[in-house]
T-cell receptor, first 117, second 116 residues
């Protein structure tokens, strides 16, 4: 079974509008971390936002916010006021276990976001 | 923020050549680094976990004799693709995170490897 599921292979959004990228996860661990990364066509992976399983508040970083619904095991990324430069692949990832563990990242298949002018 | 440097960014070489890729954490110590492989339009797949001062942990299906990993210091891990063949052509990307931390993994810029 997939640990991280991103059901949207591709998304279009109009410039200046908000967009939500879906991510659901599957784990039996009580402690885990959820991450979103952006990968432009140049290939580098850019860290966007982090949500710990014990964090009660939804994480926010500038125009990025994470809609964390623990009971539903979802961690959707919301990008507000989309910009042309937001066009990229977006990956949701999970790290199981405590911070002190090695805990490699498990990635979803990604969502390709295209921002239209 | 934390910076991870990966070198080279692009390699084109003949079949049978061995290629070494370096991954350096520039401003923090990383006891653990990770090596991923990404095929076009696919997600990142973990190849191995590189541990400073000990042997790397390889994921199932990854040949450890083919992909040699050396984590000689707290800031450097290397991946050597030995006797590379065209099917090894891919995008290889490393990541590192600070020791015993909930900090996110920081990625290098990746290496595009093309074997002719």
């Amino acid at each position: 079974a997939q640990k991280i599921t991103q059901t949207q292979p591709g998304m279009f959004v109009q410039e200046k509008e908000a967009v939500t990228l879906d991510c659901t996860y599957d784990t039996s661990d009580q402690s885990y971390g959820l991450f979103w990364y952006k990968q432009p066509s140049s290939g580098e992976m850019i860290f966007l936002i982090y949500q710990g399983s014990y964090d009660e508040q939804n994480a926010t970083e500038g125009r990025y916010s994470l809609n964390f619904q623990k009971a539903r095991k979802s961690a959707n990324l919301v990008i507000s006021a989309s910009q042309l430069g937001d066009s990229a692949m977006y990956f949701c990832a999970m790290r199981e276990g405590l911070g002190g563990s090695q805990g490699n990242l498990i990635f979803g298949k990604g969502t390709k976001l295209s921002v239209k002018p | 923020g934390a910076v991870v440097s990966q070198h080279p960014s692009w390699v084109i070489c003949k079949s049978g050549t061995s290629v070494k890729i370096e991954c350096r954490s520039l401003d923090f110590q990383a006891t653990t680094m990770f090596w991923y492989r990404q095929f076009p339009k696919q997600s990142l797949m973990l190849m191995a976990t590189s541990n400073e001062g000990s042997k790397a942990t390889y994921e199932q299906g990854v040949e450890k004799d083919k992909f040699l990993i050396n984590h000689a210091s707290l800031t450097l891990s290397t991946l050597t693709v030995t006797s590379a063949h065209p099917e090894d052509s891919s995008f290889y990307i490393c990541s590192a995170r600070q020791s015993h931390s909930n900090q996110p993994q920081h990625f290098g810029d990746g290496t595009r490897l093309s074997i002719l």
